[in-house]
């Protein structure tokens, strides 16, 4: 766990256009100085990432919101209340001057976000403005949920590693696209349509595009939508409870490692002893939590094929289906 002698240590490296990995409750962010162009082209090359693609700003204060965004409507600033400090990205207007265009891919709307995870709030406090952060992964691979992940992912390319034990939330924040009149989901998270449905006192339009990094969003420069995403190396392949044994004989009597991903109350029985099976979620929030550690430990254990039972289709489970599908999804 990093000290606050490391994170106010920290901060200062991003005030010299250093790079920062840090800890949020969704996944741990490569963090940059959103005003400073020349550290986000850095960051933008060690994401390895297309320079179009816009990336959150993180900021310590919810008041802040009307520092970077303008022309903010009464429904978006009622989220933030409810919602920050927490795991929801609220995309707006962008204020003149408070980030570079590098942060934004050049958009005039800017995507804003405060994390709760303490050692984020910390730094983000410490260093008073906006960090522009997008997952601390390379692009198109799984998201970090520990500092583990971010040193095996991104090691020698970053100037500081703050660490904050393993993420609470375990996937990424849901986007709110405030621009548009009516609020919509770009993309599925943290915090789940029902949540956002009972704040804004109607349900919003989800749009479902995603999303990360390499997908198109409207309004985004992007020159086409990429599905695959969040993926490990292992193929993932999504199955019902019934078509486990089945599936998994096949593909070990053709001589490739197997794993299951499935809730604790899916039963396995009479599996084939060669099938590997992850440590299973005991509910849908530890489903979401674990989920990328279990798409490494997939990698880790050098599985071929990861079949993967997916948790039901609402509530934070959404956003666990979304994550598994893009997973699945063919490059
Ligand atoms: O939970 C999270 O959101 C994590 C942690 C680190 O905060 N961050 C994260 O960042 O997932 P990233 O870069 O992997 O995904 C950011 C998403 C991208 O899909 C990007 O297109 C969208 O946010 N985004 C950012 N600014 C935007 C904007 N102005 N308009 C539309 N989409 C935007
Ligand atoms: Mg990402």
Redesign the pocket.
């Known amino acids: 766990m990093s000290t606050p002698d490391e994170i106010a240590a920290a901060a200062a490296v991003l005030r010299e256009g250093g790079l920062v990995a840090f800890p ?1 409750e ?5 963090g940059a100085d959103a005003r400073n162009p020349v550290a986000v082209e850095r960051l933008y090359a060690v994401k390895g ?1 297309p320079a179009w ?4 700003v ?1 900021l310590g204060d919810a008041s802040q919101l009307h520092t970077y965004g303008v022309d903010v409507p009464d429904w978006a600033n009622a989220l933030a209340a409810t919602f920050w400090p927490g ?1 929801l ?1 609220l ?1 707006v207007h ?1 204020a003149p001057g408070v980030v570079c265009d590098a942060a ?2 050049g ?1 005039n ?3 804003l ?1 405060v ?1 709760y995870q303490p050692v984020a709030l910390e730094l983000l406090r410490a260093f008073g403005g906006g960090v522009a ?4 992964n390379r692009f198109g691979r799984v ?1 970090p949920t520990s500092a583990d992940d971010v040193r095996h992912d991104l090691g020698a390319d970053v100037d500081v590693i703050l660490d904050g034990g393993p993420c609470m939330v375990g ?3 849901t ?1 709110v ?1 405030c621009t548009s009149g009516r609020a919509r989901v ?2 599925l ?2 915090i789940t349509v029902a949540e956002l449905t009972h704040a804004l006192g109607e349900a919003p339009e989800v749009v479902q595009r ?4 390499g ?1 198109a ?1 409207e ?2 420069r992007a020159p086409g939508t990429i599905a695959s995403h969040y993926a490990p190396r292992a193929e993932v392949v999504l199955v019902n409870a019934d078509a486990i044994v089945v599936r998994a004989q096949a593909l070990l009597e053709a001589g490739v490692a197997v794993g299951v991903l499935t809730m604790g109350d899916v039963a396995l029985t009479d599996v084939p002893a060669a099938l590997e099976v992850l440590d299973q979620p005991a509910t849908v929030a530890e489903y979401a939590q674990v989920l990328y550690q279990r798409l490494r430990d997939a990698d880790r254990r050098e599985l071929g094929v990861l079949l993967v039972v997916a948790p039901e289709d609402e509530g934070l489970g959404a956003a666990v289906v979304d994550r598994l599908r893009r997973a699945a999804a063919d490059a």
């Open positions: 949020t969704t996944v741990y962010g490569l990432r693609h816009p990336v959150i993180h795991p990205t995309i962008r934004t891919g958009l709307t800017v995507g976000r994390p952060a997008p997952s601390a998201s996937v990424e924040s986007i696209d770009l993309r998270g943290g995603d999303a990360s990094e997908d969003i309004g985004v």
